[in-house]
C-alpha cells in the first residue's frame, strides 16, 4: 500500500515536499518512483530509487527534484520523499507514488503498485 501526502498550492519558485508512506519490504524488492499528470497529458516519470540507492530524474526536473527514502528504525514503515524545489507552474499536476517490481522489465506496469495521487498546484 501506498499512501502520499505532501502535495498543496506553492507560489512560483516555491518548494514542497512530497511523502509516500510505506515498508521496509517494499522498498527492497521494488523500484520506487514518483509520476506526475497533468491534465489533457500523459502520465510522466519523475524520478525513481532502486533498491540500492541509484536514481534518476526526467528530463524537466534534473537538478531541481531530489528522490530519497527514509526507514523508521523501530519497525517495518518507510517512506519515499519526493523534495521539490524552483518549482514552476508546468510542474502543476497530480502526482503518484509507485512500485515497480525489480524482476519485471521497464514498461510493463501491470504488476505495480500506485498511490492514490496528491495535487501539486504551482502558481504564477
Known amino acids: 500500500q501506498l499512501v502520499e501526502s505532501g502535495g498543496g498550492l506553492v507560489e512560483f519558485g516555491g518548494s514542497l515536499r512530497l511523502s509516500c508512506d510505506t515498508d521496509?519490504?517494499?522498498?527492497?524488492?521494488?523500484?520506487m518512483a514518483w509520476f506526475r499528470q497533468a491534465p489533457g497529458s500523459q502520465r510522466e516519470l519523475v524520478a525513481t530509487?532502486?533498491?540500492?540507492?541509484?536514481?534518476?530524474?526526467?528530463?524537466s526536473v534534473k537538478g531541481r527534484f531530489t528522490i530519497s527514502v527514509s526507514v523508521s528504525g523501530d519497525n517495518d514503515d518507510a517512506t519515499v520523499f519526493l523534495e521539490m524545489t524552483g518549482l514552476r507552474p508546468a510542474d502543476t499536476a497530480v502526482y503518484y507514488c509507485?512500485?515497480?517490481?525489480?524482476?519485471?522489465?521497464?514498461?510493463?506496469?501491470?504488476?505495480?503498485?500506485w498511490g492514490q495521487g496528491t495535487q501539486v498546484t504551482v502558481s504564477s
Open positions: 509507485n512500485a515497480h517490481p525489480v524482476t519485471v522489465p521497464r514498461g510493463q506496469y501491470g504488476y505495480d503498485l
Open positions: 530509487i532502486s533498491p540500492d540507492g541509484v536514481t534518476e530524474y526526467g528530463d
Open positions: 521496509e519490504r517494499t522498498l527492497g524488492i521494488y523500484h
